[in-house]
């Protein structure tokens, strides 16, 4: 099983290094689009800021595969 990575992006970085080991491309899709819920979930504050964060998915070597935009909630 190939491992990934996902690292947030934003004004800073924040990088995976352990990963974890997932048995496709599509099931590290599944897991980036909980850990995005999740994350907005658990710091609605960071978000509510108005900047803009991304979630990537990183292969075993560090290469970018996708990239999920994480963007702020819509005000007023």
Do not use: K, N
């Amino acid at each position: 099983m190939p491992r990934f990575h996902f690292e947030v992006r934003g004004a800073e970085r924040f990088p995976d290094p352990e990963g974890v080991m997932l048995r496709s491309r599509a099931s590290a899709r599944r897991e980036a689009a909980r850990l995005s819920a999740a994350l907005m979930r658990d710091y609605p504050d960071v978000f509510a800021e108005g900047r803009s964060w991304s979630l990537c998915i990183l292969d075993a070597e560090g290469r970018t595969l996708e990239t999920l935009e994480l963007q702020p909630p819509p005000t007023g």
